[in-house]
Protein backbone atom coordinates (compact mmCIF):
# COMPACT_ATOMS: atom_id res chain seq x y z
CA UNK A 1 0.00 0.00 0.00
CA UNK A 2 1.69 3.41 -1.58
CA UNK A 3 1.30 6.76 0.37
CA UNK A 4 1.43 10.00 -0.99
CA UNK A 5 4.39 10.13 -3.22
CA UNK A 6 7.38 13.09 -2.13
CA UNK A 7 9.44 15.57 -4.09
CA UNK A 8 13.15 14.58 -4.12
CA UNK A 9 14.57 18.05 -5.32
CA UNK A 10 16.91 19.84 -2.61
CA UNK A 11 14.91 21.48 0.15
CA UNK A 12 13.99 25.09 -0.52
CA UNK A 13 14.66 27.91 2.25
CA UNK A 14 12.53 28.62 4.14
CA UNK A 15 10.72 32.04 5.39
CA UNK A 16 10.04 33.62 8.65
CA UNK A 17 7.53 36.05 8.37
CA UNK A 18 5.18 38.31 10.36
CA UNK A 19 1.70 37.59 10.69
CA UNK A 20 0.56 40.67 12.70
CA UNK A 21 2.91 41.68 15.70
CA UNK A 22 1.74 38.82 17.68
CA UNK A 23 2.46 36.07 15.40
CA UNK A 24 4.98 35.09 12.72
CA UNK A 25 4.81 32.69 9.88
CA UNK A 26 7.58 29.70 9.06
CA UNK A 27 6.81 29.18 5.31
CA UNK A 28 8.37 26.29 3.77
CA UNK A 29 6.97 26.73 0.41
CA UNK A 30 3.57 27.61 -1.14
CA UNK A 31 2.10 24.58 -2.34
CA UNK A 32 0.25 20.99 -0.83
CA UNK A 33 3.67 18.71 -0.45
CA UNK A 34 4.48 16.43 1.76
CA UNK A 35 8.08 16.88 2.23
CA UNK A 36 7.27 20.35 2.73
CA UNK A 37 4.06 19.23 5.52
CA UNK A 38 7.20 16.76 7.34
CA UNK A 39 8.91 20.14 7.55
CA UNK A 40 6.11 21.94 8.95
CA UNK A 41 5.31 18.61 11.34
CA UNK A 42 9.18 18.45 12.14
CA UNK A 43 9.38 21.87 13.42
CA UNK A 44 6.19 21.80 15.22
CA UNK A 45 7.50 18.63 17.17
CA UNK A 46 10.37 20.47 18.02
CA UNK A 47 8.68 23.46 19.58
CA UNK A 48 6.31 20.73 21.85
CA UNK A 49 8.96 18.94 22.65
CA UNK A 50 11.39 22.47 23.64
CA UNK A 51 8.97 24.46 24.28
CA UNK A 52 9.89 28.58 23.95
CA UNK A 53 9.04 30.56 26.48
CA UNK A 54 6.21 33.14 25.02
CA UNK A 55 5.37 30.91 22.47
CA UNK A 56 1.28 30.80 23.12
CA UNK A 57 0.46 28.05 20.15
CA UNK A 58 1.28 27.07 17.23
CA UNK A 59 -0.55 26.29 13.75
CA UNK A 60 0.61 23.62 11.21
CA UNK A 61 -0.59 23.96 7.77
CA UNK A 62 -0.11 22.58 4.77
CA UNK A 63 3.12 24.50 3.75
CA UNK A 64 4.15 26.42 6.91
CA UNK A 65 3.93 26.53 10.92
CA UNK A 66 2.07 29.60 12.81
CA UNK A 67 3.73 30.12 15.86
CA UNK A 68 1.58 33.18 17.88
CA UNK A 69 3.25 34.62 20.99
CA UNK A 70 2.76 36.90 23.88
CA UNK A 71 5.12 40.05 22.47
CA UNK A 72 5.29 41.49 26.47
CA UNK A 73 7.71 38.10 26.93
CA UNK A 74 9.25 37.50 23.45
CA UNK A 75 10.20 39.80 20.68
CA UNK A 76 9.29 38.63 17.04
CA UNK A 77 13.30 38.84 16.13
CA UNK A 78 14.71 37.22 18.72
CA UNK A 79 11.71 34.24 18.25
CA UNK A 80 12.35 34.78 14.59
CA UNK A 81 16.52 33.94 15.86
CA UNK A 82 15.41 30.88 18.47
CA UNK A 83 13.14 28.86 15.31
CA UNK A 84 15.76 29.61 12.72
CA UNK A 85 18.38 27.85 15.46
CA UNK A 86 15.92 25.06 15.41
CA UNK A 87 15.61 24.81 11.50
CA UNK A 88 19.42 24.85 10.34
CA UNK A 89 19.59 20.94 11.36
CA UNK A 90 16.08 19.99 10.79
CA UNK A 91 16.53 17.78 8.25
CA UNK A 92 12.79 16.24 7.56
CA UNK A 93 13.03 12.38 8.29
CA UNK A 94 9.58 11.39 8.03
CA UNK A 95 7.66 11.33 10.95
CA UNK A 96 5.53 8.22 11.44
CA UNK A 97 2.16 9.17 12.82
CA UNK A 98 -0.31 7.35 14.39
CA UNK A 99 -1.67 4.53 11.76
CA UNK A 100 -5.53 4.56 11.83
CA UNK A 101 -8.46 2.32 10.16
CA UNK A 102 -11.55 4.57 9.47
CA UNK A 103 -14.63 2.55 8.77
CA UNK A 104 -16.79 4.55 5.69
CA UNK A 105 -19.60 3.25 4.00
CA UNK A 106 -19.65 3.94 0.18
CA UNK A 107 -23.29 2.80 -0.21
CA UNK A 108 -24.23 5.57 -2.73
CA UNK A 109 -27.42 6.13 -0.18
CA UNK A 110 -24.49 7.99 1.92
CA UNK A 111 -22.55 8.68 -1.11
CA UNK A 112 -24.20 10.88 -3.62
CA UNK A 113 -21.45 12.12 -5.69
CA UNK A 114 -19.49 8.61 -6.25
CA UNK A 115 -20.73 7.49 -9.45
CA UNK A 116 -20.49 10.98 -11.16
CA UNK A 117 -16.63 10.88 -9.48
CA UNK A 118 -16.01 7.32 -10.65
CA UNK A 119 -17.42 8.57 -14.27
CA UNK A 120 -15.09 11.28 -14.52
CA UNK A 121 -12.09 8.88 -13.70
CA UNK A 122 -13.76 6.85 -16.24
CA UNK A 123 -13.47 4.11 -13.88
CA UNK A 124 -16.44 1.82 -12.33
CA UNK A 125 -17.41 3.31 -8.48
CA UNK A 126 -16.24 -0.31 -7.30
CA UNK A 127 -12.88 0.22 -8.57
CA UNK A 128 -13.11 4.29 -7.16
CA UNK A 129 -13.58 2.47 -4.00
CA UNK A 130 -10.98 0.03 -3.75
CA UNK A 131 -8.52 2.51 -5.22
CA UNK A 132 -9.45 5.16 -2.14
CA UNK A 133 -10.05 2.57 0.57
CA UNK A 134 -6.62 0.91 -0.92
CA UNK A 135 -3.84 3.75 0.12
CA UNK A 136 -2.75 5.51 3.15
CA UNK A 137 -3.22 8.66 3.10
CA UNK A 138 -1.73 11.55 5.38
CA UNK A 139 -3.13 13.85 7.50
CA UNK A 140 -1.65 17.07 6.42
CA UNK A 141 -3.55 19.62 9.08
CA UNK A 142 -6.58 19.95 10.57
CA UNK A 143 -8.93 22.66 10.00
CA UNK A 144 -12.57 24.75 8.55
CA UNK A 145 -14.19 22.52 11.06
CA UNK A 146 -13.05 21.84 14.61
CA UNK A 147 -11.02 18.18 14.50
CA UNK A 148 -11.28 18.40 10.53
CA UNK A 149 -8.63 16.56 8.94
CA UNK A 150 -6.87 17.74 5.12
CA UNK A 151 -5.67 14.17 3.59
CA UNK A 152 -4.00 13.39 0.61
CA UNK A 153 -2.89 12.46 -1.99
CA UNK A 154 -5.29 11.12 -4.50
CA UNK A 155 -3.70 9.78 -7.07
CA UNK A 156 -4.11 12.34 -10.26
CA UNK A 157 -6.52 9.94 -12.07
CA UNK A 158 -8.91 10.11 -9.25
CA UNK A 159 -8.53 13.91 -9.01
CA UNK A 160 -11.92 16.07 -9.82
CA UNK A 161 -12.71 19.81 -9.39
CA UNK A 162 -15.55 21.14 -6.69
CA UNK A 163 -19.11 20.47 -7.28
CA UNK A 164 -20.41 23.54 -9.68
CA UNK A 165 -23.21 24.44 -6.80
CA UNK A 166 -21.88 23.47 -3.29
CA UNK A 167 -24.76 21.71 -0.98
CA UNK A 168 -25.87 23.74 1.47
CA UNK A 169 -25.58 21.15 4.29
CA UNK A 170 -23.87 17.79 3.88
CA UNK A 171 -23.99 15.66 7.17
CA UNK A 172 -21.60 14.85 10.04
CA UNK A 173 -19.19 11.77 8.80
CA UNK A 174 -19.44 12.98 4.95
CA UNK A 175 -16.45 12.10 3.45
CA UNK A 176 -15.62 14.85 0.76
CA UNK A 177 -13.36 14.39 -2.34
CA UNK A 178 -11.92 17.37 -4.19
CA UNK A 179 -8.71 17.70 -6.42
CA UNK A 180 -6.00 15.35 -4.48
CA UNK A 181 -7.20 15.88 -1.40
CA UNK A 182 -9.75 13.80 1.07
CA UNK A 183 -12.12 15.74 3.86
CA UNK A 184 -13.75 14.56 6.39
CA UNK A 185 -16.67 16.40 8.06
CA UNK A 186 -16.62 15.85 11.86
CA UNK A 187 -20.02 18.24 11.83
CA UNK A 188 -22.61 19.35 9.34
CA UNK A 189 -21.53 21.87 6.93
CA UNK A 190 -22.27 23.57 3.58
CA UNK A 191 -19.76 21.90 1.24
CA UNK A 192 -18.27 22.15 -2.37
CA UNK A 193 -16.25 18.46 -2.43
CA UNK A 194 -17.75 15.61 -3.64
CA UNK A 195 -19.10 13.38 -1.24
CA UNK A 196 -18.24 9.82 -1.79
CA UNK A 197 -18.93 8.17 1.50
CA UNK A 198 -19.48 8.98 5.15
CA UNK A 199 -17.77 7.61 8.45
CA UNK A 200 -19.56 6.12 11.38
CA UNK A 201 -17.38 7.83 13.94
CA UNK A 202 -17.10 10.90 15.78
CA UNK A 203 -13.75 12.36 14.76
CA UNK A 204 -13.86 15.56 16.85
CA UNK A 205 -16.63 15.26 20.29
CA UNK A 206 -15.90 18.50 22.88
CA UNK A 207 -16.23 16.27 25.78
CA UNK A 208 -13.85 13.87 24.80
CA UNK A 209 -10.09 14.36 26.83
CA UNK A 210 -8.67 14.52 23.37
CA UNK A 211 -11.50 16.19 21.64
CA UNK A 212 -9.65 15.50 18.05
CA UNK A 213 -9.60 12.13 17.03
CA UNK A 214 -6.51 12.89 14.26
CA UNK A 215 -3.87 14.73 14.72
CA UNK A 216 -1.67 16.35 11.70
CA UNK A 217 1.27 14.05 10.67
CA UNK A 218 -1.38 10.54 11.32
CA UNK A 219 -2.02 8.24 8.55
CA UNK A 220 -5.27 7.06 7.51
CA UNK A 221 -6.86 4.11 5.49
CA UNK A 222 -10.66 3.84 4.52
CA UNK A 223 -12.01 0.51 5.60
CA UNK A 224 -15.23 0.29 3.58
CA UNK A 225 -18.09 -0.87 5.97
CA UNK A 226 -21.59 -1.61 3.98
CA UNK A 227 -24.84 0.25 5.56
CA UNK A 228 -25.70 -2.09 8.16
CA UNK A 229 -22.51 -1.40 9.96
CA UNK A 230 -22.16 1.99 9.37
CA UNK A 231 -26.06 1.79 11.13
CA UNK A 232 -24.77 0.27 14.21
CA UNK A 233 -21.49 1.97 14.44
CA UNK A 234 -23.18 5.24 14.30
CA UNK A 235 -25.52 4.55 16.97
CA UNK A 236 -22.69 3.38 19.24
CA UNK A 237 -20.57 6.61 18.20
CA UNK A 238 -23.50 8.31 18.91
CA UNK A 239 -23.67 6.96 22.53
CA UNK A 240 -19.72 8.03 23.20
CA UNK A 241 -19.65 3.89 22.95
CA UNK A 242 -17.44 3.56 20.18
CA UNK A 243 -14.40 5.43 19.80
CA UNK A 244 -11.39 4.22 17.55
CA UNK A 245 -8.19 3.24 18.21
CA UNK A 246 -5.16 3.75 16.16
CA UNK A 247 -3.67 0.34 14.92
CA UNK A 248 -0.06 1.71 15.02
CA UNK A 249 1.21 4.08 17.44
CA UNK A 250 2.67 6.79 16.49
CA UNK A 251 5.66 9.09 17.98
CA UNK A 252 6.01 9.77 21.67
CA UNK A 253 4.18 12.87 22.30
CA UNK B 1 -34.82 27.88 42.66
CA UNK B 2 -31.32 28.59 40.87
CA UNK B 3 -30.78 32.42 40.66
CA UNK B 4 -30.62 33.31 36.71
CA UNK B 5 -31.77 35.92 34.33
CA UNK B 6 -34.27 34.78 32.07
CA UNK B 7 -34.29 36.25 28.76
CA UNK B 8 -37.46 37.50 27.50
CA UNK B 9 -36.29 38.73 23.99
CA UNK B 10 -32.62 38.03 23.05
CA UNK B 11 -31.91 40.61 20.59
CA UNK B 12 -30.01 40.30 17.45
CA UNK B 13 -27.00 38.21 18.47
CA UNK B 14 -26.53 37.69 22.15
CA UNK B 15 -23.48 35.23 23.15
CA UNK B 16 -21.58 34.84 25.79
CA UNK B 17 -18.25 35.11 25.73
CA UNK B 18 -14.76 35.47 27.68
CA UNK B 19 -11.35 36.76 26.43
CA UNK B 20 -11.31 33.50 24.66
CA UNK B 21 -10.06 29.90 23.63
CA UNK B 22 -6.68 29.89 23.27
CA UNK B 23 -4.06 26.78 22.52
CA UNK B 24 -6.58 24.73 20.28
CA UNK B 25 -6.58 26.60 17.04
CA UNK B 26 -3.93 23.12 15.80
CA UNK B 27 -7.70 21.39 16.21
CA UNK B 28 -9.16 23.56 13.79
CA UNK B 29 -10.70 25.64 17.09
CA UNK B 30 -10.94 29.37 16.75
CA UNK B 31 -10.16 31.50 19.73
CA UNK B 32 -13.39 33.23 19.49
CA UNK B 33 -13.90 36.05 22.58
CA UNK B 34 -15.05 39.32 22.90
CA UNK B 35 -14.81 41.12 19.66
CA UNK B 36 -14.08 44.12 21.82
CA UNK B 37 -12.60 43.13 24.74
CA UNK B 38 -11.36 46.25 26.44
CA UNK B 39 -15.52 46.66 27.11
CA UNK B 40 -15.56 43.15 28.22
CA UNK B 41 -12.72 44.18 30.55
CA UNK B 42 -14.40 47.46 31.87
CA UNK B 43 -17.52 46.02 31.96
CA UNK B 44 -15.84 42.99 34.71
CA UNK B 45 -14.19 45.55 36.30
CA UNK B 46 -17.41 47.55 37.03
CA UNK B 47 -19.16 44.57 38.88
CA UNK B 48 -15.52 43.39 41.13
CA UNK B 49 -15.04 40.38 38.40
CA UNK B 50 -12.11 39.06 36.85
CA UNK B 51 -11.20 40.93 33.87
CA UNK B 52 -11.59 37.59 31.86
CA UNK B 53 -14.48 36.50 33.15
CA UNK B 54 -17.63 35.53 30.76
CA UNK B 55 -20.08 38.60 30.01
CA UNK B 56 -22.88 39.38 27.45
CA UNK B 57 -21.75 40.19 24.00
CA UNK B 58 -24.43 42.04 22.75
CA UNK B 59 -24.79 42.89 18.58
CA UNK B 60 -26.86 45.50 16.71
CA UNK B 61 -29.41 45.42 19.59
CA UNK B 62 -29.92 44.28 23.02
CA UNK B 63 -31.58 41.81 24.80
CA UNK B 64 -35.18 42.18 27.58
CA UNK B 65 -34.31 39.92 30.81
CA UNK B 66 -35.74 39.51 33.81
CA UNK B 67 -33.81 38.79 37.29
CA UNK B 68 -34.97 35.69 39.24
CA UNK B 69 -32.83 35.93 41.66
CA UNK B 70 -32.50 37.94 45.08
CA UNK B 71 -30.29 40.77 43.19
CA UNK B 72 -28.01 40.93 41.14
CA UNK B 73 -25.06 43.30 39.95
CA UNK B 74 -24.97 43.99 36.44
CA UNK B 75 -22.28 47.01 33.93
CA UNK B 76 -22.85 47.23 30.18
CA UNK B 77 -19.56 49.10 28.36
CA UNK B 78 -19.65 49.71 24.66
CA UNK B 79 -22.13 51.10 22.59
CA UNK B 80 -24.41 53.96 23.09
CA UNK B 81 -27.61 52.19 23.94
CA UNK B 82 -31.04 52.78 26.19
CA UNK B 83 -31.28 51.21 28.66
CA UNK B 84 -34.76 51.10 30.17
CA UNK B 85 -35.67 49.40 33.94
CA UNK B 86 -38.99 47.96 34.82
CA UNK B 87 -39.49 47.28 38.31
CA UNK B 88 -42.20 45.45 39.48
CA UNK B 89 -45.23 46.99 41.65
CA UNK B 90 -43.75 50.62 40.51
CA UNK B 91 -45.94 52.30 37.53
CA UNK B 92 -42.49 54.74 36.12
CA UNK B 93 -39.96 53.31 34.09
CA UNK B 94 -36.07 54.65 34.66
CA UNK B 95 -33.21 54.70 32.17
CA UNK B 96 -30.33 54.10 32.98
CA UNK B 97 -26.47 54.28 31.29
CA UNK B 98 -23.92 52.33 30.47
CA UNK B 99 -20.34 52.57 32.26
CA UNK B 100 -21.81 52.25 35.72
CA UNK B 101 -22.66 49.68 37.83
CA UNK B 102 -26.72 48.91 38.51
CA UNK B 103 -28.30 46.91 41.48
CA UNK B 104 -31.09 45.05 40.69
CA UNK B 105 -33.91 43.55 42.08
CA UNK B 106 -36.03 40.65 41.51
CA UNK B 107 -38.71 40.49 39.35
CA UNK B 108 -36.69 43.75 37.62
CA UNK B 109 -36.65 43.95 33.89
CA UNK B 110 -33.98 45.51 31.67
CA UNK B 111 -34.00 46.19 27.95
CA UNK B 112 -31.82 47.18 25.79
CA UNK B 113 -32.28 48.97 22.72
CA UNK B 114 -30.38 49.37 19.42
CA UNK B 115 -26.86 49.90 19.70
CA UNK B 116 -25.17 53.19 18.79
CA UNK B 117 -21.78 54.07 17.62
CA UNK B 118 -20.34 50.22 18.08
CA UNK B 119 -22.02 47.27 17.01
CA UNK B 120 -20.93 45.69 20.30
CA UNK B 121 -22.05 46.27 23.90
CA UNK B 122 -20.78 44.32 26.65
CA UNK B 123 -22.80 43.21 30.18
CA UNK B 124 -21.33 41.72 32.88
CA UNK B 125 -23.06 40.35 36.24
CA UNK B 126 -21.53 40.38 39.43
CA UNK B 127 -19.92 36.67 40.24
CA UNK B 128 -20.49 35.78 36.42
CA UNK B 129 -22.91 33.31 34.95
CA UNK B 130 -22.89 29.77 36.28
CA UNK B 131 -21.71 27.88 33.15
CA UNK B 132 -18.89 25.17 32.43
CA UNK B 133 -16.05 26.02 30.71
CA UNK B 134 -15.28 24.09 27.77
CA UNK B 135 -11.58 23.71 27.05
CA UNK B 136 -11.04 26.91 29.04
CA UNK B 137 -13.54 28.84 28.02
CA UNK B 138 -16.77 29.50 28.42
CA UNK B 139 -16.59 31.69 24.80
CA UNK B 140 -19.51 30.92 22.74
CA UNK B 141 -17.99 29.28 19.36
CA UNK B 142 -21.14 29.37 17.19
CA UNK B 143 -20.25 27.52 14.33
CA UNK B 144 -18.75 24.64 16.58
CA UNK B 145 -22.06 24.69 18.61
CA UNK B 146 -20.27 24.63 21.47
CA UNK B 147 -19.09 26.95 24.59
CA UNK B 148 -20.96 29.56 26.25
CA UNK B 149 -24.96 29.09 26.77
CA UNK B 150 -25.21 25.56 24.81
CA UNK B 151 -23.09 26.88 22.05
CA UNK B 152 -25.45 29.38 20.50
CA UNK B 153 -27.04 32.62 20.65
CA UNK B 154 -29.81 33.46 23.49
CA UNK B 155 -33.17 32.71 22.65
CA UNK B 156 -36.13 33.56 24.32
CA UNK B 157 -36.90 31.54 27.34
CA UNK B 158 -33.47 31.14 28.87
CA UNK B 159 -32.64 30.83 32.00
CA UNK B 160 -28.55 32.05 32.28
CA UNK B 161 -27.48 30.64 35.85
CA UNK B 162 -25.88 33.24 38.28
CA UNK B 163 -23.03 31.83 40.40
CA UNK B 164 -23.83 34.35 42.99
CA UNK B 165 -28.01 34.45 44.36
CA UNK B 166 -27.39 38.06 45.39
CA UNK B 167 -25.26 40.71 45.30
CA UNK B 168 -23.62 42.05 47.99
CA UNK B 169 -24.83 45.60 49.27
CA UNK B 170 -22.69 48.70 48.57
CA UNK B 171 -22.21 51.94 46.16
CA UNK B 172 -22.08 52.03 42.86
CA UNK B 173 -18.94 52.65 40.30
CA UNK B 174 -18.52 54.43 37.13
CA UNK B 175 -15.46 53.83 34.40
CA UNK B 176 -14.17 56.52 32.32
CA UNK B 177 -15.37 55.27 29.19
CA UNK B 178 -14.00 58.01 26.66
CA UNK B 179 -10.66 56.07 27.28
CA UNK B 180 -11.96 53.78 25.06
CA UNK B 181 -11.79 56.24 21.90
CA UNK B 182 -10.04 54.15 19.32
CA UNK B 183 -7.71 55.58 16.87
CA UNK B 184 -8.79 57.29 13.44
CA UNK B 185 -7.20 54.73 11.47
CA UNK B 186 -6.29 50.87 12.17
CA UNK B 187 -3.10 50.44 12.56
CA UNK B 188 -1.58 47.52 9.95
CA UNK B 189 1.49 45.58 9.92
CA UNK B 190 2.12 44.26 6.55
CA UNK B 191 2.88 40.73 5.96
CA UNK B 192 2.85 37.75 5.45
CA UNK B 193 2.34 38.20 1.79
CA UNK B 194 2.67 41.26 1.59
CA UNK B 195 4.96 40.38 -1.20
CA UNK B 196 1.88 39.41 -3.49
CA UNK B 197 1.01 43.15 -3.87
CA UNK B 198 3.31 45.50 -5.75
CA UNK B 199 4.94 48.95 -3.23
CA UNK B 200 2.30 51.03 -5.87
CA UNK B 201 -0.60 48.41 -5.19
CA UNK B 202 -0.08 48.48 -1.21
CA UNK B 203 0.95 52.42 -1.00
CA UNK B 204 -2.46 53.12 -2.56
CA UNK B 205 -4.13 50.55 -0.06
CA UNK B 206 -3.48 52.85 2.90
CA UNK B 207 -4.49 56.01 1.47
CA UNK B 208 -8.06 54.28 0.97
CA UNK B 209 -11.38 54.96 2.78
CA UNK B 210 -13.06 51.41 2.98
CA UNK B 211 -16.70 50.67 4.50
CA UNK B 212 -17.72 47.77 6.46
CA UNK B 213 -20.23 45.88 3.71
CA UNK B 214 -23.33 43.87 5.00
CA UNK B 215 -21.31 40.51 4.97
CA UNK B 216 -20.43 41.13 8.64
CA UNK B 217 -20.59 38.43 11.48
CA UNK B 218 -18.10 37.41 14.34
CA UNK B 219 -15.99 35.61 11.87
CA UNK B 220 -14.96 38.46 9.53
CA UNK B 221 -16.21 41.30 7.92
CA UNK B 222 -15.92 42.08 3.83
CA UNK B 223 -15.23 45.80 2.98
CA UNK B 224 -16.90 47.93 -0.16
CA UNK B 225 -14.01 50.04 -1.73
CA UNK B 226 -11.65 50.36 -3.95
CA UNK B 227 -10.76 46.65 -5.13
CA UNK B 228 -7.09 45.62 -3.92
CA UNK B 229 -5.08 44.19 -6.89
CA UNK B 230 -2.43 41.44 -6.18
CA UNK B 231 0.83 40.79 -8.58
CA UNK B 232 0.48 37.11 -8.16
CA UNK B 233 -3.08 35.90 -7.81
CA UNK B 234 -5.49 35.65 -5.09
CA UNK B 235 -4.96 31.81 -3.90
CA UNK B 236 -2.15 31.31 -1.70
CA UNK B 237 -1.83 27.49 -0.43
CA UNK B 238 -3.78 27.83 3.18
CA UNK B 239 -1.75 28.63 6.07
CA UNK B 240 -2.33 29.92 9.77
CA UNK B 241 -4.11 33.24 9.62
CA UNK B 242 -4.89 35.88 12.60
CA UNK B 243 -7.74 38.25 14.28
CA UNK B 244 -6.84 41.38 12.36
CA UNK B 245 -5.93 39.35 9.21
CA UNK B 246 -6.46 41.00 6.00
CA UNK B 247 -7.24 39.04 3.27
CA UNK B 248 -7.57 39.64 -0.58
CA UNK B 249 -9.63 37.26 -2.17
CA UNK B 250 -10.50 37.53 -6.08
CA UNK B 251 -12.68 40.52 -6.04
CA UNK B 252 -9.98 42.55 -4.33
CA UNK B 253 -12.34 43.84 -1.54
CA UNK B 254 -10.27 43.10 1.50
CA UNK B 255 -12.09 40.53 4.02
CA UNK B 256 -10.75 41.45 7.95
CA UNK B 257 -10.77 38.34 10.42
CA UNK B 258 -12.32 38.38 13.81
CA UNK B 259 -12.60 36.90 16.93
CA UNK B 260 -14.32 33.28 15.40
CA UNK B 261 -12.00 33.52 12.46
CA UNK B 262 -11.09 30.17 11.18
CA UNK B 263 -7.77 28.96 11.71
CA UNK B 264 -6.39 29.01 8.07
CA UNK B 265 -6.89 30.59 5.33
CA UNK B 266 -6.12 30.33 1.54
CA UNK B 267 -6.26 33.95 0.14
CA UNK B 268 -3.28 36.46 0.08
CA UNK B 269 -2.72 38.16 3.35
CA UNK B 270 -1.76 42.30 2.87
CA UNK B 271 -1.25 42.46 6.56
CA UNK B 272 -2.87 42.09 10.20
CA UNK B 273 -4.40 44.77 12.20
CA UNK B 274 -2.19 45.47 15.21
CA UNK B 275 -3.39 43.61 18.72
CA UNK B 276 -3.14 47.15 20.20
CA UNK B 277 -6.01 47.91 17.60
CA UNK B 278 -8.36 45.05 17.91
CA UNK B 279 -10.72 46.01 20.27
CA UNK B 280 -12.18 49.38 18.16
CA UNK B 281 -12.05 46.39 15.03
CA UNK B 282 -14.24 45.08 17.09
CA UNK B 283 -16.49 48.13 17.33
CA UNK B 284 -16.92 47.99 13.73
CA UNK B 285 -20.20 47.06 12.44
CA UNK B 286 -21.83 47.17 9.02
CA UNK B 287 -21.86 50.89 7.49
CA UNK B 288 -18.66 51.95 10.04
CA UNK B 289 -15.94 53.32 7.40
CA UNK B 290 -12.32 53.01 8.08
CA UNK B 291 -8.97 53.55 6.97
CA UNK B 292 -5.67 51.66 7.63
CA UNK B 293 -2.55 52.83 8.64
CA UNK B 294 1.00 51.23 7.69
CA UNK B 295 3.35 51.02 10.74
CA UNK B 296 6.33 49.78 11.35
CA UNK B 297 7.15 46.27 14.22
CA UNK B 298 8.57 49.26 16.45
CA UNK B 299 5.48 51.66 15.93
CA UNK B 300 3.79 48.07 16.83
CA UNK B 301 5.62 47.70 19.86
CA UNK B 302 5.07 50.84 21.21
CA UNK B 303 1.35 50.77 20.60
CA UNK B 304 0.80 47.31 22.15
CA UNK B 305 2.74 48.65 25.39
CA UNK B 306 0.64 51.98 25.56
CA UNK B 307 -2.68 49.71 25.47
CA UNK B 308 -1.56 47.39 28.24
CA UNK B 309 -0.66 50.36 30.36
CA UNK B 310 -4.27 51.07 29.76
CA UNK B 311 -5.45 47.75 30.44
CA UNK B 312 -2.98 47.53 33.72
CA UNK B 313 -4.52 50.71 34.70
CA UNK B 314 -7.87 50.30 33.98
CA UNK B 315 -9.27 50.26 37.55
CA UNK B 316 -7.57 53.75 38.33
CA UNK B 317 -10.23 54.37 36.16
CA UNK B 318 -13.26 53.73 38.53
CA UNK B 319 -14.75 56.30 40.36
CA UNK B 320 -17.40 55.58 43.60
CA UNK B 321 -20.54 57.28 41.51
CA UNK B 322 -21.94 60.28 43.82
CA UNK B 323 -25.23 60.10 46.14
CA UNK B 324 -26.81 62.33 43.02
CA UNK B 325 -25.71 60.06 40.47
CA UNK B 326 -26.03 57.24 42.10
CA UNK B 327 -28.71 55.16 40.58
CA UNK B 328 -30.52 54.61 43.91
CA UNK B 329 -33.40 53.05 42.34
CA UNK B 330 -36.18 53.71 45.00
CA UNK B 331 -36.42 57.59 45.03
CA UNK B 332 -35.38 57.44 41.21
CA UNK B 333 -37.91 55.66 39.75
CA UNK B 334 -40.50 57.94 40.80
CA UNK B 335 -39.01 60.25 38.02
CA UNK B 336 -39.52 59.78 34.53
CA UNK B 337 -37.44 59.15 31.76
CA UNK B 338 -34.13 60.48 33.34
CA UNK B 339 -31.63 61.73 30.80
CA UNK B 340 -29.37 59.13 29.55
CA UNK B 341 -25.70 59.85 30.04
CA UNK B 342 -24.82 56.89 27.69
CA UNK B 343 -21.11 57.60 26.80
CA UNK B 344 -21.11 57.34 23.17
CA UNK B 345 -17.03 56.31 22.63
CA UNK B 346 -17.02 55.72 18.98
CA UNK B 347 -18.52 58.43 17.54
CA UNK B 348 -15.45 58.64 15.20
CA UNK B 349 -17.02 55.69 13.57
CA UNK B 350 -20.35 57.88 12.06
Not at chain 1, 203 to 230: K, Y
Not at chain 2, 60 to 76: D, H, K, L, N, Y
Not at chain 2, 126 to 136: H, L, N, Q, R
Not at chain 2, 262 to 288: C, E, F, M
Request: aromatic share 6%.
Amino acid sequence: MSGPARAEAAPEPSRILANGDAALVVEFGDRIDLTLNERVLALADRLAAAPISGIVETVPTFRSLMISFDPSRIGFDALARRVSGLLVDATAAPRAGRLWRLPVCYDPEVAPDLANAARRAGIAPEAFVSRHSGMIHHVYMLGFLPGQPYLGDLPAELALPRRETPRTRVAAGSVGVASRMTCVFPKETPCGLNIIGRTPVALWDHRRREAALLAPGDRVVFEPVGLEDFARLAELSARGEFVLAPVAAGPAP
Amino acid sequence: MIPALRILAPGLMTTVQDLGRVGYQRLGIPVSGALDALSLRAANLLVGNPPDAGGLEIIASGPTFAVEAESARIGFVGAAVDLVLTREGSPARSVITTGQSVLLRRGDRLSAGSLRGSSTLYMAVEGGFDIAPVMGSVSTYLRGGFGGWRGRALKPGDCLPLKRPQAPERGEISVDAALFTPPRRLRVLEGPQSDHFSEDERTAFFRRDYVVGPGWNRMGMRLAGEPVRTSRGYNVTSDGVVRGSIQIPGDGLPIVLLAEHQTTGGYPKIGAVISADLPALGRLGVGSRLAFERVSRDEADVARMAHATLIERLPSRLSPLDAARSLDLPTRLGEANLVSGVIDACAWMG
